[in-house]
């Protein structure tokens, strides 16, 4: 199943000039039109298929949390989408990216890189199972006997039920 785009053509022109990307969203002497351009819907979907590669390359994010997260209007998600496909709208014709374009472009994959690693997550709130501590006690006839160290009688006695 495909995934959804994230950032729909009229929300891309809030960060994007309308007259730069009417004329990259056609290949003719005339200005194309933003709105149902499918040159700029398959940057955007490229964008934000790439976005979603790494936030859930992390286990961090799953591909319907980012589409939520898109959905509620995450900025942050917003914006590498939005730099990102400008950079695949300029890379399409062939000529040089201005370099404005590539900043954008380099700090978006900075933060992809971040959000890959794990080191940047958006800014969301939701519940997180694998930070969440949780205490459990193993007893004898779960663990069963399998001749480990903790079982000599150096180590002290195990607790087999919580108080």
Do not use: H
């Not at 290949?27 to 934000?48: K, M, P, Y």
């Amino acid at each position: 199943m495909p995934m959804a785009q994230l950032l729909s053509n009229a929300n891309f022109a809030l960060y994007v000039d309308t007259r730069l990307l009417a004329e990259l969203a056609s290949d003719t002497n005339s200005d194309g039109t933003v709105a149902s351009s499918t040159i700029i819907t398959e940057a955007l979907l490229r964008s934000g298929e790439e976005v979603a590669s790494a936030a859930t390359r992390s286990n961090a994010y799953t591909v319907a949390e980012i589409e939520t997260l898109a959905t509620e209007g995450n900025g942050m998600l917003r914006g590498l989408v939005a730099d990102l496909a400008l950079c695949f709208l300029f890379e399409r014709r062939g000529g040089d990216v201005p370099e404005s374009v590539k900043a954008k472009a380099n700090r978006a994959q900075a933060t992809l890189t971040d959000l890959r690693d794990g080191k940047r997550v958006f800014a969301v709130d939701l519940k997180r199972e694998s930070g969440t501590a949780t205490v459990q006690i193993i007893t004898s006839s779960t663990r069963g006997s399998l001749a480990m160290n903790a079982d000599s009688t150096f180590f002290p006695t195990r607790r087999t039920q919580a108080y």
